[in-house]
């Protein structure tokens, strides 16, 4: 189905993994939005200190591995028997599990020019990151995120994005919602959109 160019799309059903008891949702009314964006900085920065770490500084070659991992699982990550399977980072996922990607994908989803997604990719396969899965079709070198320092910066990484969800409830700029309330809240929202 063609959509024109003012359409917009329905926003995709999660694949949820275990049944929530609530939600976290923004507190307020947009009041605490320079808190709000003055944490994300603090917390973007905190992690990007790793992936600078991963990279030798060159955050587009991260942009671009990272662009290929998340690529390469997409399509088992809506597959409940794949995320439990690689729930962790203790199972390696092999060449058959990735789903390959080229440079023009990578290109339109990152914003970094083609020609420079091509010397990040030849760059990444000479530190033996990538791998092509066919002809001009990269994805991650099975086992390399099972490196010990890429473990320590994805646990370095995870702490900190705990670390930013929790600062941002303690300084009242989200809230806890119980489930059943985060429905009618929802349903509240869509209402009043609608009365606009």
């Not at 959509?3 to 949702?25: D, F, W, Y």
């Not at 789903?99 to 989803?109: C, E, G």
Request: with cysteine; proline share 4%.
């Amino acid at each position: 189905m063609a959509r024109g160019p003012k359409e917009v799309r329905p926003p995709r059903r999660r694949a949820t993994t275990v049944k929530v008891e609530g939600r976290l949702e923004l507190a307020g009314s947009g009041g605490n939005s320079r808190l709000f964006i003055y944490m994300i900085g603090n917390y973007l920065h905190r992690i990007e200190r790793e992936r600078r770490g991963l990279y030798q500084g060159d955050l587009d070659l991260a942009f671009v591995a990272e662009l290929i991992g998340t690529i390469g699982v997409e399509p088992g990550m809506r597959d409940a028997a794949f995320r439990q399977k690689h729930a962790t980072f203790d199972s390696v996922i092999g060449i058959e599990g990735q789903r390959a990607t080229n440079a023009a994908s990578i290109a339109s989803a990152s914003g970094i020019p083609r020609e420079t997604v091509r010397r990040k990719l030849r760059r990444l396969q000479q530190l033996g990151v990538v791998v092509e899965k066919e002809r001009s079709r990269y994805i991650l070198k099975p086992g390399v995120i099972q490196q010990p320092h890429h473990q320590a910066a994805f646990a370095q990484t995870i702490e900190q994005t705990v670390r930013f969800m929790n600062e941002c409830l303690e300084h009242g700029v989200v809230r806890w919602v119980p489930a059943d309330k985060a429905k009618r809240s929802a349903a509240d929202q869509a209402r009043a959109e609608e009365e606009l």
